[in-house]
């Protein structure tokens, strides 16, 4: 079956580093997407990924490995505006986004 | 960047009423624009794909009847509640593709329904 994992919460500091995971398995693969949703907002979109490696985008970065079915999104610098939920999501051969559940970053001073 | 237009963002309806929501891609063309239903603390559900000129293609469990889609345009989809109960109140999120096949997807502010 198709499934995407990601951890449900997270808890980092004013200023450090954190790296939100996924893993996810699908039938076909044509992308991995991260979007950003604050409480009673849409998500907006942050990074997609289809080949292997590292993206960089200002505090922002994600990274993926088609082989292991893995990616991460990369947050330096945390701010308290950070604080918000990550959905990750695959792409699978039919164009359709198979979504995780999201990891609620919690950013503490 | 590519723009979705929602409307409205918030609606209360009484009971058995139709409540119409419009999604609008304001600066591209939209061929295929999804709906989502989001509960409090949940992650998306996808509700249905819309693609142009054709009839939306329903998720399970998701009565067609229910929630009309119409996507008469390559701009503009509408998803319509019909004989609203309280159940039906949650966030409508629609989302839109832009450009080509890996393009990302661009979603609308979202309509929080409240049925009474």
């Known amino acids: 079956g198709q499934n995407i994992d990601q951890p449900t919460e997270m808890t980092a500091t004013e200023g450090a580093i954190v790296q939100i995971n996924c893993t996810y398995q699908?039938?076909?693969?044509?992308?991995l997407f991260w979007y950003q949703q604050h409480a009673g907002e849409a998500p907006t979109f942050l990074s997609y990924n289809v080949l292997d490696g590292l993206e960089e985008k200002g505090r922002f970065s994600s990274f993926l490995s088609r082989s292991k079915g893995y990616s991460y999104l990369l947050l330096k610098e945390l701010q308290m505006k950070d604080s918000a939920s990550y959905l990750c999501?695959?792409?699978?051969?039919?164009?359709?986004?198979?979504w995780g559940a999201g990891t609620k970053l919690i950013i503490k001073p | 960047g590519a723009v979705v237009s929602q409307h409205p963002s918030w609606v209360i309806c009484k009971s058995g009423t139709s409540v119409k929501i419009e999604c609008r891609s304001l600066d591209f063309q939209a061929t295929t624009m999804f709906w989502y239903r989001q509960f409090p603390k949940q992650s998306l559900m996808l509700m249905a794909t819309?693609?142009?000129?054709?009839?939306?293609?329903?998720e399970q469990g998701v009565e067609k009847d229910k929630f009309l889609i119409n996507h008469a345009s390559l701009t503009l989809s509408t998803l319509t509640v019909t004989s609203a109960h309280p159940e039906d109140s949650s966030f409508y999120i629609c989302s839109a593709i832009s450009g080509g096949e890996n393009s990302p997807l661009h979603f609308g502010n979202g309509t929080r329904l409240t049925v009474t």
């Open positions: 999501a695959a792409m699978d051969s039919n164009y359709q986004l198979i």
């Open positions: 819309s693609n142009e000129g054709s009839k939306a293609t329903y």
């Open positions: 699908t039938s076909g693969f044509n992308g």
